[in-house]
C-alpha cells in the first residue's frame, strides 16, 4: 500500500521512497497558460474538440481548457493500463469510446504524459479512421529518451528526464494525482 508518510512543500516521502519537487504549481500554471494561449492562436475561428485520455489527463485538460479562448467541446476516453506489460507487449484496448462524432472536427488529444508513445499512436491510428478534420496532440509532459514509437507532439508543456513522476494528475499506485506540484523519485 503505497501511503504519504510526510509531505512539504517540495518534498514527498512514501515508505523509502523521496519525492522531490521537479514542477511547483505555479510554473506548471504559468505553461499551461502559454499553452492555451498557443492553441487559443491556432484554433482561431474554430471549434476544436479536446479528448483527454484517463485517467491521467483529467486535471491538466480542466486548467488548459479554463485559459482557452476559442470555443472548445471537450470528451474523454480511456486505454486498458497494463504497467510494463503495456509498454513490451503493445497490447492496448479501449475502456471508454468517444461520446462525440469526431468526423470532420479539429481534435486536439491531451495527454499529461507521453512515455514509450504507445498510447498516443494507437489512439492516432483509431481516430484517424473516424477522419477528423485535423488532429494534434497536446502532451504536458514528454520523455524524449524514452520514446519507442515515432510520434509527432504538437504542443509540449516540458520535456523531462526518463524518471518517474507523481503529482498533477499522475499517478503511483492509482496514488497521489492530487498533488498541486509535479514531483520525481529522487535516487
Ligand atoms: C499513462 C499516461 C499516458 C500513458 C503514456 O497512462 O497517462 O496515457 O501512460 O505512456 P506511453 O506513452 O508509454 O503509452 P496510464 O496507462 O498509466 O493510465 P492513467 O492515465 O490512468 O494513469
Given at each position: 500500500m503505497h501511503k504519504i508518510d510526510s509531505i512539504e512543500k517540495d518534498v514527498v516521502i512514501v515508505g523509502a521512497e523521496k519525492f522531490v519537487?521537479?514542477?511547483?504549481?505555479?510554473?506548471?500554471?504559468?505553461?499551461?497558460?502559454?499553452?492555451?494561449?498557443q492553441i487559443?492562436?491556432?484554433?482561431?475561428?474554430?471549434?476544436?474538440?479536446?479528448?483527454?485520455?484517463?485517467n491521467g489527463a483529467f486535471i491538466f485538460l480542466s486548467d488548459l481548457i479554463k485559459e482557452v479562448k476559442s470555443d472548445c467541446e471537450i470528451d474523454f476516453f480511456k486505454l486498458s493500463s497494463y504497467g510494463d506489460e503495456k509498454i513490451s507487449s503493445g497490447?492496448?484496448?479501449?475502456?471508454?469510446?468517444?461520446?462525440?462524432?469526431?468526423?470532420?472536427?479539429d481534435i486536439i488529444i491531451v495527454e499529461d504524459i507521453v512515455d514509450s508513445g504507445l498510447s498516443i499512436k494507437f489512439i492516432e491510428e483509431l481516430f484517424s479512421r473516424h477522419t477528423p478534420a485535423s488532429m494534434k496532440v497536446c502532451a504536458l509532459l514528454v520523455k524524449p529518451n524514452s520514446l519507442k514509437?515515432?510520434?509527432?507532439i504538437d504542443y509540449i508543456g516540458f520535456?523531462?528526464?526518463?524518471?518517474?513522476?507523481?503529482?498533477?494528475?499522475?499517478?503511483?499506485?492509482?496514488?497521489?494525482?492530487?498533488?498541486?506540484?509535479?514531483?520525481?523519485?529522487?535516487?
Open positions: 519537487t521537479l514542477f511547483n504549481e505555479e510554473t506548471i500554471q504559468r505553461r499551461v497558460k502559454e499553452m492555451a494561449a487559443s492562436e491556432d484554433y482561431k475561428g474554430k471549434t476544436p474538440v479536446f479528448i483527454g485520455v484517463l497490447n492496448v484496448k479501449l475502456l471508454k469510446e468517444l461520446n462525440c462524432d469526431v468526423s470532420g472536427r514509437y515515432e510520434v509527432k520535456n523531462i528526464p526518463s524518471k518517474f513522476v507523481i503529482g498533477y494528475g499522475l499517478d503511483y499506485a492509482q496514488k497521489f494525482r492530487n498533488l498541486k506540484n509535479i514531483y520525481v523519485l529522487s535516487e
